[in-house]
């Protein structure tokens, strides 16, 4: 190491040389879980600023734009990302983690709004681009550091649900309609593209269950995009105050509605016209009529409709979710004249059995929508050969749908998709995967979804496709 004064700066020397500087560093509580993390479940975690949505990685206690505290509020980010920056390093170091010459890139995960650096390998130097997609290879052998993501490699890059789409030839309906008797005991039509939906969160599924619930018109936003990307044509909403409960407020509703839209213009939004627990007939449809979704939901009969432990039969909510004939079809009607497709719920046969005697008034116009939904504490569980008469008990031209509450979500997307029928999921009706593990959203069970019908052979229909099946106008 040599020294010399520099010129006009008597006092100031230049330093040439090398100084190793090597230090012990003190995670901190925040770090220290985001490393044993890494460690002992091989999962990336961030934390989320609930004011501003920021995802920060590595994970920080402060947000830096509101300086909300964020420390408790963790979420996963994927293992996949994108690298935003890089630099080789072309210098030997003891310190260092690798030998010369390396890549130490810049990686935005999937789910993380900031990127973090770490070391890219299994590639030439000269092949490293910006914008290359990578993935997260964790170390065999433990080392409670950041070196248990022992390096990123690049990504297998697969064609997402859009690109498959635009491949292929377009669905066009049929000039002859679908006969009731060419559905009962006939072959499905595995060419006809199956219509995925994610219901975003119900009127009950809180934070506190899943964190990744949507409450704010920035976050169904967001969740909704996301679903969009991973193959849905249509969301399922039911707005949230900031404090997570159901509203029937016109104005809250309206700006959920339109964060989506504004968002991803091509995505269907259907509304529920459920809303929640203690609301009125009229504050329940009002707002469908003030906001005029392409679709929104119509409940078919009244029901038991409560929380109850499903090991040991004990209840926590008791509740008589009410729909009246009067109300079947005062909301029929309301939606049909304001341009709104009702999806007509079913929650067993007598629901269905009550929407065809109220259709002999000539309410619904055709193609019909309905919904099969399982599960529900006071409905049917879901049951291979119940589905199947269903099914065969819909008018002529009428579509079907189904979803499950809970476990029964998978089995029943299932065999909806086998029967040529369309597939809901969300984190409304569950909130896990099938592994049992807590869903990062609801886009990740509409990712499940779409692989369940590409095993099959179904396409998947695109927001027009979907609107030309389902008989909707683009508004």
């Known amino acids: 190491m040599t020294t010399k004064p520099l010129q006009g700066y ?58 909300t505290d964020i420390r408790e509020n963790w979420v996963e980010v994927g293992n996949k990302g994108t690298v935003t920056n890089f630099t080789v390093v072309r210098y030997d170091d003891k310190h260092l983690p690798r030998k010369a010459p390396f890549v130490l890139a810049l990686i935005k995960l999937e789910g993380a709004t900031t990127p973090f650096m770490h070391i890219l390998e299994e590639c030439k130097i000269e092949d490293v681009k910006t914008g290359m997609k990578v993935e997260a290879v964790f170390a065999k052998e433990t080392t409670s550091t950041i070196l248990d993501i022992d390096h990123f490699k690049p990504a297998i890059e697969t064609l997402s649900v859009h690109e498959r789409n635009a491949a292929r030839k377009q669905w066009v309906p049929e000039d002859e309609p679908e006969t009731q008797e060419k559905r009962r005991g006939g072959k499905p039509d595995m060419s006809k593209p199956a219509i995925l939906t994610a219901a975003l969160t119900g009127a009950a599924t809180m934070k506190n269950q899943n964190p990744n ?43 959920t509605h339109d964060a989506i839209k504004d968002k991803c213009p091509d995505l269907i939004v259907n509304l529920s016209s459920a809303v929640g627990m203690g609301k009125t007939p009229e504050q329940r449809i009002s707002q469908i009529v003030a906001i005029k979704p392409e679709m929104a939901s119509l409940n078919t009969n009244t029901m038991n409709f409560s929380i109850i432990d499903r090991k040991t039969g004990k209840i926590f909510i008791d509740f008589v979710f009410e729909n009246t004939f009067t109300m079947l079809q005062d909301f029929g009607k309301a939606m ?140």
Request: charge should be negative.
């Open 10 to 67: 008597e006092d100031s020397f230049i330093v040439e040389g090398k100084m190793a500087l090597p230090y012990t560093y003190f995670a901190g509580r925040v770090g220290s879980k985001f490393i044993t993390t890494i460690r002992d479940q091989k999962k990336i975690m961030g934390v989320k600023c609930p004011a501003c949505n920021t995802v920060y990685l590595p994970p920080r206690q402060v947000c830096d734009t509101d300086f």
């Open 213 to 255: 619930v949507p409450y704010t018109p920035a976050e169904f936003a967001e969740e909704a995009y996301k679903c969009y990307k991973a193959g849905a044509a249509m969301v399922h909403v039911h707005a949230r105050m900031d404090n997570g409960m159901a509203t029937h407020e016109h104005d809250r509703i309206r700006a």
């Open 336 to 475: 049909e004249e304001n341009g709104v497709k009702p999806e007509i719920e079913v929650y067993d046969m007598g629901g269905l059995d009550n929407t065809m005697l109220i259709a002999k008034q000539g309410i619904f116009s055709d193609p019909m929508n309905f919904n099969f939904v399982w599960g529900v504490a006071g409905g049917q569980a879901f049951r291979a050969d119940a589905f199947i008469a269903l099914m065969n008990a819909l008018p002529p031209k009428a579509n079907f749908t189904t979803c499950g509450v809970g476990t029964d979500e998978f089995p029943a997307i299932m065999q909806s998709c086998l029967l040529g029928g369309h597939l809901r999921v969300g984190l409304e009706d569950n909130i896990r995967m099938p592994n049992g593990e807590l869903a990062k959203g609801s886009y990740e069970l509409v990712e499940v979804a779409a692989r369940m019908c590409e095993c099959l052979g179904r396409p998947i229909a695109t927001p027009a496709e979907a609107r030309a099946i389902m008989g909707l106008k683009k508004k």
